[in-house]
Nanobody, 121 residues
Framework: VQLVESGGGMVQPGGSLRLSCAASGFTFSSYDMSWVRQAPGKGPEWVSAIDTDGESTYYADSVKGRFTISRDNAKNTLYLQMNSLKPEDTALYYC???????????????WGQGTQVTVSS
C-alpha cells in the first residue's frame, strides 16, 4: 500500500489549494477514503471522507462549506479542494483508507508522508 500526497504549499488567508493523493498497492475503488490533518503540537484531526463511488461526502464542521473532497477511481486518486483558507487550516495533510464505525469516521492502514499546508499573511 502506498499513498502519496501532494499539492500543499503556502497561501495567504482566503486563498485556495488543491491536494491530491495518489494511491497504489490496493484496490482503491473498494475503499472509503479520508483526509486527516495534524497541526504542530496537536493530535490528528479528521477532515473529510468520501465513499467508494464518490456519491457521498462528509466533512468536519471546521471545514464544511470551504473544502470539497472528490475522487477519480480510474486514476486511483483522491482530491481535496480547499477554498477560503484560514490560518487555523495550517497543518500536515494526509490521506488514508477509512471506515464509519457507527459514530465517527476512522482511518486505518498506512499513511503517506503528508503534504504541508501553511496559511499565513
Amino acid at each position: 500500500v502506498q499513498l502519496v500526497e501532494s499539492g500543499g504549499g503556502m497561501v495567504q488567508p482566503g486563498g485556495s489549494l488543491r491536494l491530491s493523493c495518489a494511491a497504489s498497492g490496493f484496490t482503491f475503488s473498494s475503499y472509503d477514503m479520508s483526509w486527516v490533518r495534524q497541526a504542530p503540537g496537536k493530535g490528528p484531526e479528521w477532515v473529510s471522507a468520501i465513499d467508494t463511488d464518490g456519491e457521498s461526502t462528509y466533512y468536519a464542521d471546521s471545514v464544511k462549506g470551504r473544502f470539497t473532497i472528490s475522487r477519480d477511481n480510474a486514476k486511483n486518486t483522491l482530491y481535496l479542494q480547499m477554498n477560503s483558507l484560514k490560518p487555523e487550516d495550517t497543518a500536515l495533510y494526509y490521506c488514508a483508507r477509512a471506515y464509519w464505525d457507527g459514530s465517527n469516521w476512522k482511518v486505518f492502514g498506512s499513511w503517506g508522508q503528508g503534504t504541508q499546508v501553511t496559511v499565513s499573511s
